[in-house]
Nanobody, 119 residues
């Protein structure tokens, strides 16, 4: 079992920045990812990274604005979000799994953290 705890969400104006954190109780899976779910929409892939930090993949909608990083000593993954847009508003979920861009490839999930971007 792996417990994931997200933090760092909040309210920010368009163009602003936030950094989300996800602390894992154990590093037993290959990769960590972030997904997001806006009201009335499906949960969608945002970005994924291997624990080594050597491989990343981003959704086209966030490429160039969001950056993933890892701190293995703290079992923590960070999602730096810059140039935020109102359409980035969603609950952001951290996930642990084997790699990929779909929900079924991730076995463990956090409870989510709300990100709200005002226009």
């Amino acid at each position: 079992q792996v417990q994931l705890v997200e933090s760092g969400g909040g309210l920010v104006q368009a163009g602003g920045s936030l950094r989300l954190s996800c602390v894992a109780s154990r590093r037993i899976m290959y990769a960590m990812a972030w997904f997001r779910q806006a009201p009335g929409k499906e949960r969608e892939f945002v970005a994924t990274i291997t624990w080594s930090g050597s491989i990343t993949n981003y959704a086209d909608s966030v490429k160039g604005r969001f950056t993933l990083s890892t701190d293995n000593a703290k079992n923590t993954v960070y999602l730096q979000m810059n140039s935020l847009k109102p359409e980035d508003t969603a609950v952001y979920y951290c996930a642990s799994g084997n790699w990929g861009t779909t929900r079924r490839e991730y076995d463990y999930w956090g409870q989510g953290t709300q990100v709200t971007v005002s226009s």
